[in-house]
């Protein structure tokens, strides 16, 4: 019974310390011109003003599921950001932890959606609540907690059809 002890004990052990030594720890390399990689808080305050809605991935460098969706942020922001209508932007939390507080992000991945340099949800349809997806009183996806693939994809799709109705208006 006691060797059932050492193996558990020698197991915990790798894993911690696997955990602390061999976590890749390198930035996240970008794959998209499109997503602004913010270095302090004026940057996003000043994409914030200057672009009508914003998707901000708040994530770490060491976070292995930041790393999953980084492609997929990169994807999209390539096939749906327009100037002045539509940006994505990156915030490593570790680096720029003032705005993450701001914003109050304890998980990584987390996407917020901003409209006129505020927070705002995003009408969705046939989005539910649950754990990684947070939904405002009136039904607006608030933020996404988590690389959950298939909501970022619905919220960005949402936006760019918004976009796309405004745009019409307007011709």
């Known amino acids: 019974m006691e060797s059932i002890y050492y193996?558990?004990?020698?197991?915990?052990?790798?894993?911690?310390?696997?955990?602390?030594f061999f976590t890749d720890r390198s930035?996240?390399?970008?794959?998209?011109?499109?997503?602004?990689k913010i270095a302090e808080a004026a940057e996003l305050r000043a994409l914030l003003s200057s672009t009508a809605h914003v998707v901000v991935?708040?994530?770490?460098?060491w976070c292995p599921p930041c790393r999953a969706i980084?492609?997929?942020?990169?994807k999209l922001a390539d096939d749906y950001a327009s100037d002045g209508q539509l940006a994505f932007a990156k915030v490593n939390v570790d680096?720029?932890?003032?705005?993450?507080?701001q914003y109050n992000v304890s998980a990584m991945p987390t996407f917020m959606f901003f409209q006129?340099?505020?927070?705002?949800?995003v009408a969705?349809?046939?989005?539910?609540?649950?754990?990684?997806?947070?939904?405002?009183?009136d039904g607006l996806v608030d933020k996404i907690r988590g690389a959950d693939k298939p909501a970022l994809e619905a919220v960005v799709r949402a936006l760019?059809?918004?976009?796309?109705?405004?745009?019409?208006?307007?011709a």
Request: hydrophobic share 40%.
């Open 7 to 20: 193996i558990i004990l020698a197991f915990l052990s790798v894993s911690i310390i696997k955990a602390i």
């Open 27 to 36: 930035p996240i390399p970008e794959t998209s011109g499109n997503v602004y």
């Open 57 to 61: 991935d708040f994530y770490a460098d």
């Open 70 to 74: 980084a492609p997929i942020f990169s």
């Open 95 to 101: 680096h720029v932890n003032n705005v993450a507080k």
């Open 116 to 121: 006129n340099g505020v927070p705002k949800g």
């Open 124 to 137: 969705v349809e046939g989005l539910r609540a649950r754990q990684s997806v947070n939904l405002t009183d």
């Open 160 to 170: 760019a059809s918004k976009l796309g109705d405004i745009r019409k208006q307007k």
